[in-house]
């Protein structure tokens, strides 16, 4: 048996605490074995307190293994307080500091609002930055993310931009970060996925990918040579291809993961084809990190109505990311 998986807390006031529990339950008696890092009176009347990774496994059958961290004040489901956030942010730190020391084999993150944390100093514009920074003196093979992919079940899709403005999106797209994200996510689909020869498909940016610059020049001045310094390079990338023909199902069946320009270029077919169990996994990075693809969802918190399926597929992605890698 691999070693255990860390999950965040996340924001207490959202949902992480009832879909951390959710999750072990479906998860306790086949695995993959995990333990959160948070404050036991989150997990319900009998979490079991850990005082190490190593001790996740003896326990995991019966109980909710907790590392514990503790709040400053006591939380309400839906109402965040600012006073918590550094046991949010402690928990991620944590939890990237017990990866980088080998006693787990990954991280999962569980969701966060980037405003609470805010209140508290926090100055990063969200977890994928955050991680990346406490790994940055890492040693690591290929080239470096962050570069964030989501993942469901028939769609992997790989951002250019993340959360930008649209506008601003076009403006700054260039043929480098293009070629960066194509080289990072074909080097963590071998060694991540598994995947001995990637395919890419590289998206358009504008309607029927140009139409030879008839609507639109960034094909030909930005996306083209790119493309084709990735092919000169090696790298299996098909594309710039018309982004309203390129996620039907006989399309999906030509590539490994699909290279989108701009945040909801990619987001919106994956969560149209797979809502609940999509992932998020930030490739490029020295150690394995996965999350739900989903927010903090502080109006339905503590109703008992959350879903668990998007932090159970993070948690088994993150197991079976470890595991390719020897961790």
């Known amino acids: 048996m691999g070693r255990p998986v860390a999950v965040t807390q996340g924001d207490p006031a959202g949902v992480g605490p009832e ?5 072990w339950r479906a998860l306790k008696d086949g695995g993959p074995v995990f333990f959160v890092i948070g404050d036991p ?3 319900g009347p009998d979490p079991a307190e850990i005082a190490a990774p190593s ?25 965040p307080d600012s006073r918590n ?71 992997r899709v790989a951002l250019v931009s993340i959360h930008l403005p649209l506008r601003e999106a076009i403006s700054s797209l260039n043929a480098d970060r293009i070629q960066h994200v194509a080289q990072v996510t074909s080097e963590a689909l071998k060694r991540d996925f598994g995947i001995e020869s990637p395919r890419l498909a590289l998206a358009g940016l504008n309607p029927h990918a140009g139409e030879n610059g008839h609507i639109g020049r960034e094909e030909i001045d930005i996306i083209t040579p790119a493309a084709d310094a990735l092919r000169a390079a090696g790298i299996d990338i098909a594309g710039p291809l018309p982004p309203d023909a390129m996620f039907h199902a006989e399309a999906r069946a030509g590539y490994d993961a699909a290279i989108c320009l701009y945040h909801d270029q990619g987001l919106i077919p994956l969560k149209a084809l797979d809502f ?12 394995v990190r996965t999350s739900p693809d989903h927010g903090t969802a502080f109006d339905i918190a503590g109703k008992g109505v959350a879903r668990a399926d998007s932090l159970i597929a993070a948690i088994e992605l993150a197991a079976e990311m470890g595991r390719r890698r020897g961790v």
């Open 19 to 23: 879909i951390t529990r959710a999750a």
């Open 85 to 155: 956030a550094p046991a949010t942010i402690s928990s991620i730190e944590r939890a990237v500091g017990l990866t980088i020391a080998g006693d787990t084999s990954g991280v999962v993150t569980n969701p966060i609002a980037k405003s609470v944390l805010r209140e508290a100093g926090f100055t990063h514009p969200g977890h994928t930055e955050f991680v990346a920074e406490l790994t940055a003196g890492l040693p690591m093979e290929g080239a470096r993310g962050p570069v964030m992919m989501l993942a469901g079940s028939s769609l």
């Open 55 to 79: 001790d996740a496994p003896g326990v995991f059958q019966r109980a909710l293994p907790v590392l514990p961290s503790r709040l400053a004040v006591p939380a309400q489901a839906g109402q």
């Open 41 to 43: 009176s989150l997990y």
């Open 276 to 287: 609940w169990n999509g992932v998020n996994v930030t490739l490029g990075l020295p150690i």
